[in-house]
């Protein structure tokens, strides 16, 4: 069964830094295209990043240059570091497969940040 | 950057046919996913390609998608359909999703 479980949210200062995790199971990270999608509260669904299996990483034009996607292989577990965190950062972080580049199949729970001083 | 437009809202009664439009620059080249997400849970795909149903999802939700726009639509819609739905594409190596219908059953 796939599942993915992320982890690493909270509360941080305008300016800070955190690293959100997800954790997979049931296929291989490194096999996949990986992507974060974000949703602000009461908001839609905004697009974050993606990692190909190649390695090759896109990011949204909001978050380039401060937010780093990356993948672990050995854990099996899909990163993003988020530094020069902003009060437009607040939202719940999903993680999310994506086949081919195209849709995203599985989600996970989501984790929510908050960036408030 | 590429733009998808959705209605906010579309309101139906029970047993009728829901239409969600999305709009976006000849999406009718680009293949169109729809998520379903309903309060406090994750969002769920429950057209892709245009058209295809995951495992799991009713006959009754289906898509199409031509010229400038793409069409999630639900069948004989229940009160269980309640929902805000997405259109999602990939333009240029980044994901793009619609601005999102609220689907409100009477």
């Known amino acids: 069964e796939v599942q993915l479980v992320e982890s690493g949210g909270g509360l941080v200062q305008p300016g800070g830094s955190l690293r959100l995790s997800c954790a997979a199971s049931?296929?291989?990270?490194?096999?996949?295209?990986m992507s974060w999608v974000r949703q602000a509260p009461g908001k839609g669904l905004e697009w974050v990043s993606v990692?190909?299996?190649?390695?090759?990483?896109y990011y949204a034009d909001s978050v380039k240059g401060r937010f780093t996607i990356s993948r672990d292989n050995s854990k099996n577990t899909l990163y993003l570091q988020m530094n020069s965190l902003r009060a437009e950062d607040t939202a719940v972080y999903y993680c999310a497969r994506v086949p081919h580049a195209g849709y995203f199949d599985y989600w996970g729970q989501g984790t929510l940040v908050t960036v408030s001083s | 950057s590429y733009v998808l437009t959705q209605p906010p809202s579309v309101s139906v009664a029970p047993g009728q046919t829901a239409r969600i439009t999305c709009g976006g620059n000849n999406i009718g080249s680009k293949s169109v996913h729809w998520y379903q997400q309903k309060p406090g849970q994750a969002p769920v795909l429950v057209v892709y390609?245009?058209?295809d149903r995951p495992s799991g999802i009713p006959e009754r939700f289906s898509g199409s998608n031509s010229g400038n726009t793409a069409t999630l639509t639900i069948s004989r819609v229940e009160a269980g359909d309640e929902a805000d739905y997405y259109c999602?594409?990939?333009?240029?190596?980044?994901?793009?999703f619609g601005t999102g219908t609220k689907v409100t059953v009477l």
């Open positions: 999602q594409v990939w333009d240029s190596s980044r994901g793009v």
């Open positions: 990692i190909y299996s190649g390695g090759s990483t």
């Open positions: 049931g296929f291989t990270v490194s096999s996949n295209y």
């Open positions: 390609d245009d058209s």
